[in-house]
């Protein structure tokens, strides 16, 4: 049971233009969401995070929006960067972040130059 | 400081053996998790120690197992591999028990079952 979903495995961009990954998630009791970034033979690194409490956080040219009601939030960069492409994973946790991290599957992000 | 490492990097098996793979925290860092990631299924959580005890376990068969020594160095065994167990294993740090929204990530072991 899949419970933080992202649809799209893979995303091609545009340098300078809008990245938007997406993801989506079934459990209601999560209340803290992360984003993490993986270059290949290097482990995920911490982006940004939002808390239930918020719909929106910024941090430089990443921003993440959280809509509750739909269970659903997305990470957005812009303007986009070569160095942005990873692969970003989205990942869920209760207890505004202490309790274990559920992860969705990844989104391959290639920015195109 | 320096990050979380893990050894070995790259590892071969086959079937039916049993492995072990370390994690060194970052220095001052108690909280140890285990993921497992396979293409396809991202992420998959382990457990954590913290303290040397288990604190959470993920559901994976009993061939998966870890300990925690009191250095916070921290050792994952599976047993009896199969094919399906071939996989990236990464661990990561936090300062305390639970507290997922501070975890450091270590380079991951390249686990291939042949």
């Known amino acids: 049971d899949q419970q933080v979903k992202q649809n799209s495995p893979s995303l091609s961009v545009q340098e300078g233009r809008i990245s938007i990954l997406n993801c989506d998630y079934t459990?209601?009791?999560?209340?803290?969401f992360l984003w993490y970034k993986k270059y290949p033979a290097e482990g995920p690194t911490f982006l940004i995070s939002?808390?239930?409490?918020?719909d929106k956080n910024e941090d430089g040219r990443f921003t993440v929006f959280l809509n509750k009601s739909a269970k659903h939030l997305s990470l957005h960069i812009v303007p986009s960067q070569p160095g942005d492409s990873a692969v970003y994973f989205c990942?869920?946790?209760?207890?505004?972040?202490?309790?274990?991290?559920?992860f969705g599957t990844g989104t391959r992000l290639t920015i195109i130059p | 400081k320096a990050g979380v490492t893990q050894t070995p990097r790259y590892l071969i098996k086959t079937r039916g053996q049993q492995v072990t793979l370390s994690c060194s925290p970052i220095?001052?860092?108690?909280?140890v998790s285990w993921y497992q990631q396979t293409p396809g299924q991202g992420l998959q959580f382990l457990f954590e120690y913290f303290s040397e005890t288990q604190r959470n376990k993920g559901n994976f068969p009993g061939r998966f197992s870890g300990r925690q020594f009191s250095n916070s160095r921290s050792e994952m065994n599976v047993s009896t591999l199969e094919l399906g167990d071939s996989a990236l294993y990464l661990c990561?740090?936090?300062?305390?028990?639970?507290?997922?929204?501070?975890?450091?990530f270590g380079p991951g072991t390249r686990l291939t079952v042949t």
């Open positions: 990561a740090s936090s300062l305390a028990e639970g507290h997922s929204y501070e975890q450091y």
């Open positions: 459990n209601s009791m999560f209340d803290y």
């Open positions: 939002i808390s239930s409490i918020k």
């Open positions: 220095s001052g860092h108690r909280s």
């Open positions: 990942a869920a946790s209760t207890n505004f972040g202490n309790e274990k991290l559920t």
